[in-house]
C-alpha cells in the first residue's frame, strides 16, 4: 500500500532523495547552471533585508543631520543682551505685585507717606510695586529688613 502512494510523489522514484534545490541554466544549452537551495534563499533574503535597514537607518541619520545644519546656516544666531544698567542703581525692593494699575497705585501713596520712594512696573499686565533704587545689594538688604515688617514676601531684584 506504501508502495503505490510513493509512485504518485515524484521525490520517491529517484531511492527515496528530495531534491533540494530550484534553478536552471543560463542559457538552453548550458553547463553553467544557477543553483539555489531554499536555506540560502532563505538566509540571503534576510541579509539583503538587513542591509537594506541598515542603510536606511544610516541615510536617515546623516540627512537629518544636513537638515539640522542648513536650518543652523541661515539663522543668525540670536543673543539676549540685558539692558545697560546706570552706574548707582543696581537693586529695588519688590513689595507687591497688583493686576490692577490703581491698586498697584494706592500701596505706592501708602509706602510714600512712609517716605519710600516708589515706582510702578507693568509687566505682562501685572504691576509691581518697587521701592527705592540701591547702589550695592547690603543697602537693599537694609530697605528689605524694614520693609519685611509689612510686606513679608518682599525680595530684592536687580534693575
Known amino acids: 500500500m506504501t508502495e503505490k502512494q510513493q509512485e504518485l510523489f515524484t521525490e520517491f522514484k529517484d531511492g527515496g532523495t528530495r531534491k533540494k534545490y530550484f534553478g536552471k541554466g543560463i542559457l538552453p544549452d548550458s553547463r553553467f547552471t544557477i543553483v539555489f537551495t531554499y536555506e540560502r534563499l532563505i538566509l540571503a533574503t534576510l541579509a539583503v533585508i538587513v542591509v537594506l535597514s541598515v542603510m536606511f ?11 539640522m545644519l542648513k ?13 545697560s544698567k ?3 542703581e543696581l537693586y529695588t ?12 497705585q494706592e500701596e505706592a501713596e501708602k509706602l510714600k507717606v512712609k517716605r519710600f520712594a516708589t515706582e510702578i512696573n507693568e509687566t ?4 509691581q510695586v ?3 533704587k540701591f547702589a550695592n545689594k ?5 530697605a528689605q529688613k ?7 514676601d518682599c525680595f530684592i531684584k536687580e534693575r
Open 93 to 104: 525692593v519688590q513689595v507687591a505685585t497688583f493686576n490692577s494699575r490703581k491698586l498697584a
Open 86 to 88: 546706570p552706574a548707582g
Open 146 to 152: 524694614v520693609l519685611k515688617e509689612n510686606y513679608k
Open 138 to 142: 547690603k543697602e537693599a538688604l537694609r
Open 57 to 67: 537607518a544610516f541615510g536617515f541619520e546623516c540627512g537629518k543631520k544636513k537638515g
Open 130 to 132: 518697587r521701592v527705592g
Open 124 to 127: 505682562k499686565g501685572f504691576y
Open 71 to 83: 536650518k543652523g546656516a541661515h539663522a543668525p544666531l540670536k543673543v539676549k543682551q540685558k539692558p
